[in-house]
């Protein structure tokens, strides 16, 4: 007799998406943490990458058994390649990732091998463009992602709610009510031991950006606290949330209809005038770029008053003509350099090494020094 649950067993190959049409996207919040990170987030980001190193041996080893001639043409025959690369799939990555079962969830070991096996695949399309699998070295982990996947899917209220692992609360009326609150209005629970660490997360984005909340329906399928480590700041953080929502409704046609003219860029008024864009209905639009293209960026205008403020020279660029300047600039000094570099060995270059001499003997004038370089015609 057949067991009835064993009948019933989920097969362990990946299934297709139930709501194939709805648009999958990622909203990125900037989060704080309010505590020290646990060691179980250091543990479980190391384990992670030690899984990483496990697949990329196994990539490395069948690479080097993969041999090719002098013209870089395969010597095994297809049906030997295949056999060759078939541990390379995703059945055999999670066999291999079980093995760290005890020290790593079902989520983030899928979440290693999905990310590896796309590595490869990038690798095989256009190996110019992508690189292969490397190993990670602990002294040289610069980001995390830890993942918490929710295969069933979470609804936006239980993410708000914050009953489960992972949780996040619009700061709107709790700033001004609720101090507390405000700081602590996320969490996420890391480690195979779900150990909890408070955060403060930016829901909506952060001041003076557009704001973009989770969307009504959607459906969270995965939560991820991500780090980058910088030199400046040690670690920054964000909360990242992986979700689908039902697609937006057909837009019903209008019947208008529009032509692009982009026959060359021309020099306009103080600004630049890339194309044409013209319409049934007799309207003209005009698609263009400030001449003061610094002047557009808020943060370049509040630098440059911070500068005046301080009593400073603000030396970026605002405008095309000002990054000419100071690339000529550059230039001229790049130059001034050569040659004094270049007067020197002359006078000493009997004293110098070999391989000094040869560098030297790569310095040479700069091309936009000699017309005949910057004009064919001349």
Not at 97 to 120: H, M, N, P, S, Y
Not at 293 to 305: D, F, L
Not at 338 to 352: N, S
């Amino acid at each position: 007799m057949i067991d009835e649950k064993a009948a019933k067993r989920k097969s362990p190959a990946r299934r297709g998406r139930l709501n194939k049409d709805w648009p999958i996207k990622v909203y990125t919040y900037d989060c704080w943490l309010q505590e020290k990170p646990p060691q179980a987030l250091w543990d479980t980001a190391h384990e992670m990458r030690r899984l990483w190193n496990d697949f990329t041996a196994i990539f490395r080893k069948t690479l080097a058994e993969d041999k090719k001639d002098e013209a870089g043409k395969p010597l095994l025959s297809k049906e030997e390649r295949a056999i060759l690369w078939a541990p390379i799939n995703t059945k055999s990555l999670r066999e291999i990732a079980k093995q760290r079962k005890e020290k790593l969830d079902a989520g983030c070991r899928e979440t290693v091998a999905v990310r590896f096996l796309t590595t490869v695949g990038n690798w095989r399309k256009n190996p110019s463009r992508f690189g292969p699998p490397r190993f990670k070295r602990a002294d040289d982990m610069n980001a995390i992602s830890i993942p918490l996947v929710y295969n069933e899917g979470k609804s936006a209220e239980w993410l708000i709610g914050g009953e489960g692992t992972s949780s996040i609360r619009d700061t709107r009326s709790l700033k001004t009510e609720a101090p507390e609150e405000y700081l602590n209005n996320g969490h996420f629970c890391v480690g195979i031991t779900r150990e909890r660490l408070n955060l403060h997360v930016a829901y909506g984005g952060r001041s003076g950006r557009k704001k973009y909340y989770l969307p009504a329906g959607c459906r969270i399928k995965q939560v991820a606290l991500c780090g980058r480590r910088n030199s400046a700041f040690s670690w920054s953080w964000s909360f990242q949330v992986r979700l689908e929502h039902p697609p937006d409704p057909a837009r019903r046609p209008t019947g208008r209809v529009c032509g692009w003219d982009s026959g060359g860029w021309r020099l306009m008024d103080g600004y630049i005038r890339l194309g044409v864009i013209a319409d049934n209905a007799g309207h003209f639009y005009e698609l263009m770029v400030p001449l003061a293209i610094g002047a557009a960026s808020r943060r370049m205008r509040r630098e440059k008053e911070y500068c005046h403020k301080q009593g400073w020279e603000c030396s970026k660029p605002m405008t095309f003509d000002d990054a000419d300047a100071l690339d000529a600039s550059y230039g001229a000094t790049l130059e001034a350099c050569k040659t004094q570099v270049r007067k020197i060995f002359e006078e000493e270059k009997e004293g110098w090494p070999a391989d000094a001499r040869m560098i030297m003997s790569g310095i040479v004038e700069d091309e936009r020094d000699d017309p005949r370089l910057r004009d064919p015609r001349l």
